[in-house]
């Protein structure tokens, strides 16, 4: 089965650049597809993009401006990067897939969450 | 985009209740709609896959039902540890998958 380790900085000043990175264990990288979703503090939860191993992404349209997915098949690890950031990308951010390969039957695994802060 | 509404956006129940919360999409999903349990601080728990499949390891106290732009998950008798907040969620063709936006269950 899949697990997921993610990692990146948790501390950004408005308009930086939010990176973070996911590195996939115990399963093949190809077949599946590779999500970002994030929780800002006391809310839902918001899809930000998913990718695949052959690198085509998937974007929420109210992101798609600001956001890059990537993916390193050689390290099996998968990257997000938000530019231009605000107040209102602080949240804790996840990575996440299904073991199905297909987003369709929900995502049953998830990395462990990572706290970012935008503060100037 | 496909919006999701849950209702109600909060609930309390005491242990034994059976409870029910609902989901209903902006436009026809079929059945591509999961369920997923968060206690606070942690990663969402996947419950109910495709409606109406329960996931692997889940009590069989939840279920899931509907199709089109209905849902409803049920948990038939409350346990301690089902208090949490439940977010379904549309994985629907191409569109961007989309969450509603929360029920919080609560101790009554």
């Known amino acids: 089965q899949v697990q997921l380790q993610q990692w990146g900085a948790g501390l950004l000043k408005p308009s930086e650049t939010l990176s973070l990175s996911c590195a996939v264990y115990?399963?093949?990288?190809?077949?599946?597809?590779w999500n970002w979703i994030r929780q800002p503090p006391g809310k839902g939860l918001e899809w930000i993009g998913e990718?695949?191993?052959?690198?085509?992404?998937n974007y929420n349209p109210s992101l798609e401006s600001r956001v890059t997915l990537s993916v390193d098949t050689s390290k099996n690890q998968f990257s997000l990067k938000l530019n231009s950031v605000t107040a209102a990308d602080t949240a804790v951010y996840y990575c996440?897939?299904?073991?199905?390969?297909?987003?369709?039957?929900?995502?049953?695994?998830w990395g462990q969450g990572t706290t970012v802060t935008v503060s100037s | 985009d496909i919006q999701m509404t849950q209702s109600p956006s909060s609930l309390s129940a005491s242990v034994g209740d059976r409870v029910s919360i609902t989901c209903r999409a902006s436009?026809?999903?079929?059945?591509?709609l999961n369920w997923y349990q968060q206690q606070p601080g942690k990663a969402p728990n996947l419950l109910i896959y495709?409606?109406?499949s329960l996931q692997s390891g889940v009590p069989s106290r939840f279920s899931g039902s509907g199709s089109g732009t209905d849902f409803t998950l049920t948990i038939s008798s409350l346990q301690p540890e089902d208090f949490a907040t439940y977010y379904c969620?549309?994985?629907?063709?191409?569109?961007?998958?989309?969450f509603g936006q929360g029920t919080r269950l609560e101790i009554k």
């Open positions: 969620q549309q994985s629907y063709g191409n569109s961007p998958i989309t």
């Open positions: 115990g399963g093949s990288f190809s077949g599946y597809h």
């Open positions: 495709a409606a109406s």
């Open positions: 996440a897939t299904s073991n199905s390969g297909t987003n369709s039957y929900g995502l049953d695994v």
């Open positions: 990718i695949n191993h052959s690198g085509s992404t």
């Open positions: 436009q026809s999903i079929s059945t591509f």
